[in-house]
């Protein structure tokens, strides 16, 4: 496997790559969140890689020329990224994954920068939120992403109300949540709100793949994917389009790291569990939802179904 870093200041974008031996014709740019994230991009990147595709793991917020934290996060690094894919390695199928947060820039990439074969969402949501500080509590009064300096239209989720991290029973779904849950679907309740934020997944021009648990512990995923896919019937989408969404799934979903080479990873999935309740209380379902999402989403990219 052939292993490339960059910055932002020499590259305009933070990243890490991973590349089969042999090279591909096939990359992914995978979204997933910070730098500093609990679960490094650059291990997603390694699993493509196992697949003979090259990924190419692109950092939100965290290191140095990015946002300290997830607020006003610019669209056009991207640009840069998808170039030196075309350019430097001369890859011509290129698809884009985002992964939760990640979802919103792998959409919003799909549209803006363009020329991506496939769009793959993983516990997504369908409106851009308002941007926090590092803290994740302090709402900066900003969306959480940008283009061409310009602010993407998004939905306030106040946590004033509620403690992210906190447990609780909803009205609206019959297996307990977290307050970050409750907070987002306060959030997508404000109709007026959600009308101008609502991502404009049409415009994306790629074969779209939507995964989700249907007991998502951290935002109301499967009703995002309802929301998308509806949305591109509506507006007379004519691309390919192919939900997923796993009865006792978690937010924890999608593609996952090599489990032989990641060993010390999967022992923490007891940990894991405490803070995804879903995941801990399916964790034999939601292991086999790893395995299939991960099936899915190769055959997604290499245009196998």
């Known amino acids: ?15 890490h790559l991973a590349e089969p ?36 793991a692109v950092s939100l917020f965290g290191a140095e020329g990015l946002p300290a934290s997830p607020d006003r996060i ?15 390695k001369h890859i011509a199928h290129i698809s884009v994954y985002g992964q939760s947060m990640g979802s919103i820039f792998a959409l919003l990439c799909a549209v803006y920068i363009g020329g991506f074969e496939k769009l ?38 106040d946590f004033s109300h509620f403690r992210a991290g906190r447990y609780m029973r909803h009205p609206a779904v019959p297996y307990k949540v977290t307050g970050m849950w409750a ?3 306060k959030a997508y309740c404000d ?25 998502d512990e951290c935002w109301y995923a499967g009703y995002s994917v309802k929301r998308l ?27 996952m790291p090599n489990r032989q080479r990641e060993r010390k990873l999967y022992r923490m999935i007891p940990l894991i569990g405490l803070f995804y309740r879903t995941f801990g209380r399916y964790r034999k379902e939601n292991m086999e939802y ?3 999402a991960e099936k899915e989403i190769v055959a997604w990219v290499k245009g196998e179904k």
């Open 1 to 15: 496997m052939i292993y490339e870093n960059f910055t932002m200041k020499k590259d305009g974008f933070t990243g």
């Open 21 to 56: 031996d042999g090279g591909s014709d096939r990359a992914v740019i995978i979204i997933m969140g910070g730098e500093q994230s609990l679960l490094p991009g650059i291990k997603f990147a390694e699993r493509f890689a196992d697949y003979g595709i090259t990924g190419l």
């Open 74 to 88: 610019p669209l056009d690094m991207f640009r840069p990224a998808v170039r030196y894919l075309r350019e430097a």
């Open 120 to 157: 793959i969402m993983v516990s997504p949501t369908h409106v851009p939120f308002e941007g926090t500080l590092a803290d994740k509590k302090t709402m900066t009064g900003h969306s959480v992403v940008t283009y061409l300096g310009k602010e993407i239209p998004y939905v306030t989720a």
């Open 183 to 185: 907070a987002y679907y």
């Open 191 to 215: 109709k007026e709100g959600v009308e101008k934020a609502e991502l404009p997944i049409e415009r994306c021009g790629a074969d779209v793949l939507l995964i989700a648990g249907a007991m």
């Open 229 to 255: 896919s509806a949305r591109l019937k509506r507006k007379g989408f004519c691309r390919q389009v192919k939900t997923v969404v796993f009865p006792h799934g978690s937010h924890l979903n999608g593609l």
């Open 290 to 292: 790893f395995a299939r």
